[in-house]
């Protein structure tokens, strides 16, 4: 759920209690976007920061929100 800046605390800051999990890319070059969900990311799973260069995209950062570890599938 989206929470103004002024609400939000540490413990309510990263909450996805009714957002599902999604993937955005974005094209620069033809200035579109689409979104996606994907399994691996729909159970409690959070990632960071994505990047694509040429035909490869490299997730940085990630962690189960449970219990704050990386599973393997990440």
């Given at each position: 759920s989206y929470m103004p800046a002024g609400e939000r605390t540490t413990e309510s800051w990263n909450s996805v209690v009714d957002c599902p999990p999604?993937?955005?890319?974005?094209?620069?070059?033809f200035g579109c976007s689409s979104a996606h969900t994907l399994p691996e990311?729909?159970?409690?799973?959070?990632?960071h920061l994505a990047l694509a260069r040429e035909d490869c995209v490299?997730?940085?950062?990630?962690?189960?929100?449970?219990s704050d570890s990386r599973p393997p599938r990440l």
């Open positions: 999604q993937v955005f890319l974005f094209d620069l070059e990311l729909g159970d409690g799973q959070s990632f490299y997730f940085l950062g990630g962690h189960s929100l449970s």
